[in-house]
């Protein structure tokens, strides 16, 4: 089984940027899909974005797309999020997920089996 632990969220102005890690321990990230999820206050848990063979495949939602970059590293067992560009709206609990979805199910949380516990974003002036 792999264990997964995100960190580097925080508070952050409109504008400014966060770099999100999620660290594997346990078995190895090959040949799984690493994705980011976020759930906002009130908010359904929604895509973000996802790598599979440390970002030779990848995926966004498209209210991040130019924004945001995933990159991953198997080896090393760490999946990273970096956000520019941050908005009020990007305010939420960020949580990394690892699964085997087919195409049709990267975006639906049902898809991935193990979860990180997340970590808190909060973009505010």
């Known amino acids: 089984q792999v264990q997964l632990v995100e960190s580097g969220g925080g508070p952050v102005q409109p504008g400014g940027s966060l770099r999100l890690s999620c660290a594997a321990s346990?078995?190895?990230?090959?040949?799984?899909?690493v994705s980011w999820f976020r759930q906002g206050p009130g908010k359904e848990r929604e895509f973000v974005a996802s790598?599979?063979?440390?970002?030779?495949?990848?995926h966004y939602a498209d209210s991040v797309k130019g924004r945001f970059t995933i990159s991953g590293d198997a080896a090393r067992k760490t999946v990273h999020l970096q956000m520019n560009s941050l908005k009020p709206d990007d305010t939420a609990v960020y949580f990394c997920?690892?699964?085997?979805?087919?195409?049709?199910?990267?975006?639906?949380?049902?898809?991935?089996?193990?979860w990180g516990q997340g970590t808190q974003v909060t973009v505010s002036s």
């Open positions: 997920a690892v699964g085997r979805p087919i195409t049709s199910t990267i975006r639906t949380p049902g898809a991935y089996y193990t």
């Open positions: 346990g078995r190895t990230l090959r040949g799984y899909t």
């Open positions: 790598t599979f063979r440390s970002g030779s495949s990848t």
